[in-house]
């Protein structure tokens, strides 16, 4: 988490208790709206933590280190509270993504996740994978790429980041 000026303010990580970070974040941005999230096909039922374009998706189940977060962050707006939020410099682009960027600013080590049109909304969402973490081999697939990054959903209608959500796995499916 960092200031308006890029100054560390605090520093969470997805493995960390859910508990702890949501009581860090409203330290600095103010209590969070939560919601019962009753989970999907790929996500298992748990509470959703918001301030304003920063959700946080706390699953029911903990996490199990490298391979299974505790939690998830989703980013829909450029700020949450008086913050600006995005990726950190270098992520993505020179100094960060941020929603509302260009699609065309995504341009540092970027892995193309693909392209679909959402059938419920038709529109179509370019899919970026960025700031890919390494994770150790598993042991029934030890030649199996496995990773964790940050997706970017731009949308061809705007050309506009309308999302990233972290962290983004890939276990070599």
Known sequence: MLDADGGVLASFD?????????????EYL?????TPNPGSIESSPGVDHEWGGLRLYDTDTPGTPPEIPNHSVFVTGPTAGPLPIGTAAGVGAPSGLHVGDPGTSVTVGIESAGEYTNPTTGRTVVLSRVGLIELPPHPAAPTEPRNFAVIVHSYTDTGLIEQLIAPSANFGV
Do not use: I
Not at 14 to 24: C, K, R
Not at 30 to 34: R, T
């Open 14 to 26: 997805y493995f960390q208790p859910t508990t702890e970070v949501v009581a860090g974040l409203t």
């Open 30 to 34: 103010g209590e969070p709206v939560d």
